[in-house]
């Protein structure tokens, strides 16, 4: 069996100033210290560096989700959400992050060996397996925290039982569909 990892989205996956970067005036005054509630504000929001090519990566060792907070009072980003993640990590079967996004104010009740993630809110604190904490000295950007997880693999799980891998033959495509 992997072991279970959630990765965060805003500022773990997500370049979240990279969407205030983009926002008019208007918006910004108007929204001015609740830049979350945005409309669209999400999906102007680019990757931070090496985050996709590191969830390729660990989704192939690990039993990958994409653990995130979508803010209550803005809609939109609940569906900015799930097409920013089908952009950028795909949208069919075959992507490291089909249907793997659970978005959620209770982290805390996923259960799983880590999470990734850069806050302590809405039961980051609270998480039962081990909290990387990113952004910090000690995991301060995405190869660091590659290495490290690569480190705590399992690697007696057998490639053949993998819900992901890139190369993944097609007869496995087909068995994904099922899930
Ligand atoms: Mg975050």
Redesign the pocket.
Known sequence: MKKILYI?????LVNVQSGIDRLTNAEYIRYEKRLDEVPGIFARMEPISGAIDAFHTLAQSFDTYIL?MAPWGNASAWQHKLEWVQEHLGVDAGGPAYKRLILSHHKHLNRGDFLV???LAVGADRFEGELIKFLTPLFPDWNTVTRYLLERADNNSSPTSEPYSRHRPALQRGAALQR
């Open positions: 965060d989205l805003d500022n773990t995130s993630d850069d806050g």
